[in-house]
């Protein structure tokens, strides 16, 4: 037997696999965009399986409430780089492949060089502005793209950009071709995730991988699968290849280079400054500013530092004069007092200096959390 | 024509999970769904008719399904 490798043994025995569709494993080159919930389970079965390269992309630090479901990171790894502690780990798990680990934010200056090493992307991003992204450099690079996403007890999974039988393809712009408004939908930090859910959807995320790879069963290249967890319901619809989703796609690299996915995604605005939390505490209290709490009056947590509370409804319906020249905006995640920005900005223009808390109060309180472990 | 919708993500969180409405195409249903839940206006959800996604206003049959599935980014 040639190249036999005794961690492959149960996939050399396996019907329809055995060293063919390892070999086919070994040759591939996958790229994970994000190593969290997804992404844990997605890289930790992909090095396991021995897909001979894997890249790995991701520009965050392992924090404690990742630990519920990001299974890779242990206690001892808090405030550690992801991509680095996720690097380790995999080459101690599987030391016969190659991965390649790039400690980034993916964004449309790097997206094309980056994706353009490999045969399949597997999103496993936690928010619209890189979903969006990915999507559309997919589509231009014409690479399949395994697509996972999780929502609460609920999580999706689809296969763009491979075409089926009859030669047609289909990608995230055709179930939803623009972004919906950061307002309107909730993701984990918010909404709250059951830790086993993206476990099992970065498991079927990397299952549809192994089968477009090695040509095994029936993968779901344009259809769209979603799973409960509560009652193990699966519900898988047809998408349809309809060319007029893609007019929202950027046509070539260079207008996909000048796209801005967190301002298309409204997750930035280019007049509204976003605020670190150590930035945001070291503005807090200098003069001429006033803090203003956009969430709804008795939302938990409490904010321990003075500030002015204006519920975004009610900044909605008025907005009254403020004196102070610079006005610092917070909320629970980002997201309400982003729009609060745009608000105020509608009515003061330029004439004050408006920004607002990156991630919130959350990201705030994770923060304090860590510098004062 | 009686039209079950099957809802998902937070589309379920504002109409529940299933319900029946009265329509003849997809135009007329999201309008009824509409003036039943106010908040839907505001959401972004794909419409499966008979698990087959529809782009288009499309007519409908008695006793065709029809699935709202809002994007989740969560991950």
């Given at each position: 037997?040639?190249?036999h490798n005794n961690?492959y043994?149960r996939h050399y025995?396996?019907?329809d696999?055995?060293?063919?569709?390892q070999?086919?494993?070994a040759e591939?080159?996958v790229l994970v965009?994000?190593?969290g919930?997804l992404g844990?389970?997605?890289l930790?079965?992909?090095?396991?399986a021995?897909?001979?390269t894997?890249g790995?992309?991701?520009n965050?630090v392992v924090?404690l409430?990742?630990?519920?479901?990001?299974?890779l990171y242990?206690?001892?790894d808090i405030g550690?780089?992801?991509?680095s502690?996720a690097?380790?780990?995999?080459?101690q798990?599987?030391?016969d492949?190659i991965?390649?680990?790039?400690k980034?934010?993916?964004?449309s200056?790097?997206?094309?060089?980056l994706?353009?090493?490999?045969?399949?992307v597997?999103?496993?991003?936690?928010?619209?502005a890189?979903r969006y992204?990915?999507n559309?450099?997919?589509?231009?690079?014409?690479?399949?793209?395994?697509?996972?996403?999780v929502?609460?007890?609920e999580?999706?999974?689809a296969?763009?950009n491979?075409?089926?039988a009859?030669g047609?393809?289909t990608?995230?712009?055709n179930?939803?071709?623009?972004?919906p408004?950061p307002?309107?939908?909730?993701?984990c930090?918010?909404?709250?995730?059951?830790?086993?859910l993206?476990?099992?959807?970065g498991i079927m995320q990397?299952?549809?991988?192994?089968k477009l790879?090695?040509?095994?069963?029936e993968?779901?290249?344009?259809k769209?699968?979603t799973?409960?967890?509560?009652d193990?319901?699966?519900?898988?619809i047809d998408?349809?290849?309809?060319?007029s989703a893609?007019?929202?796609i950027?046509k070539n690299?260079?207008?996909?280079?000048?796209?801005?996915y967190?301002w298309l995604?409204g997750?930035?605005?280019r007049?509204?400054?976003?605020l670190k939390?150590?930035a945001?505490?070291e503005?807090?209290n200098?003069?001429?500013?006033i803090?203003i709490?956009?969430?709804?009056?008795?939302?938990?947590?409490?904010?321990?530092?003075?500030?002015?509370?204006i519920?975004l409804s009610?900044l909605s319906?008025?907005?009254?004069e403020?004196?102070a020249?610079?006005?610092?905006l917070?909320?629970q995640s980002?997201k309400?007092s982003?729009?609060?920005?745009q608000?105020?900005l509608?009515k003061?223009?330029q004439?004050?200096?408006?920004?607002h808390l990156k991630?919130?109060i959350?990201a705030?309180h994770?923060?304090?959390n860590?510098q004062?472990? | 024509m009686?039209?079950k919708?099957i809802?998902?993500?937070q589309?379920?969180?504002i109409?529940?999970?299933e319900?029946?409405?009265?329509a003849?195409?997809i135009?007329?249903?999201?309008?009824?769904l509409?003036?039943e839940f106010?908040?839907?206006?505001e959401?972004?959800?794909a419409i499966a008719?008979n698990?087959?996604l529809?782009a288009?206003n499309?007519a409908l049959?008695?006793?065709d399904t029809?699935?709202?599935?809002p994007?989740?980014?969560g991950?």
């Open positions: 037997m040639k190249n961690r043994a025995s396996l019907k696999f055995g060293f063919e569709g070999q086919k494993l591939a080159k965009i994000g190593a919930g844990c389970p997605v930790q079965y992909l090095t396991a021995g897909v001979g894997i790995l992309a991701d965050d924090s409430s990742n630990l519920q479901r990001q299974v242990s206690t001892e550690r780089a992801k991509a502690v690097a380790v780990k995999l080459q798990l599987n030391p492949i991965i390649n680990s790039f980034i934010m993916v964004t200056s790097n997206a094309l060089e994706i353009a090493d490999y045969d399949i597997i999103d496993c991003t936690d928010n619209f890189a992204l990915i559309d450099a997919c589509v231009l690079l014409y690479k399949p793209l395994v697509f996972g996403a929502y609460q007890y999580g999706q999974v296969i763009f491979v075409p089926d009859e047609n393809k990608n995230y712009r179930l939803f071709a623009t972004p408004d307002l309107e939908v909730a993701d930090n918010e909404a709250g995730v059951l830790g086993v993206p476990g099992i959807i990397a299952t549809e991988a192994i790879l090695t040509g095994i069963g993968t779901l290249i344009n769209l699968l799973f409960s967890i509560l193990y319901s699966s519900f898988v998408i349809t290849a309809d060319e893609n007019s929202t950027p690299e260079t207008e996909f280079k000048a796209t801005d967190n995604c997750m930035s605005s007049n509204i400054q976003d939390p150590n945001f505490l503005k807090i200098l003069p001429d500013t803090v709490d956009v969430r709804e009056t008795g939302e938990l947590p409490k904010a321990n530092f003075q500030n002015l509370n519920p009610a319906e008025n907005i009254p403020i004196e020249n610079n006005i610092i917070f909320c980002g309400r982003l729009k609060a920005g608000l105020l509608e003061f223009g004439t004050k200096n408006i920004s991630g919130g959350i705030l994770e923060t304090i860590e004062t472990r | 009686a039209i919708i809802a998902f993500g589309i379920a969180e109409t529940g999970k319900l029946t409405v009265e003849s195409d135009t007329i249903l999201k309008a009824a509409q003036v106010p908040a839907l206006a959401k972004k959800y008719v698990k087959k529809v288009d499309v049959s008695d006793n029809v699935a709202l599935m994007p989740y980014s991950g």
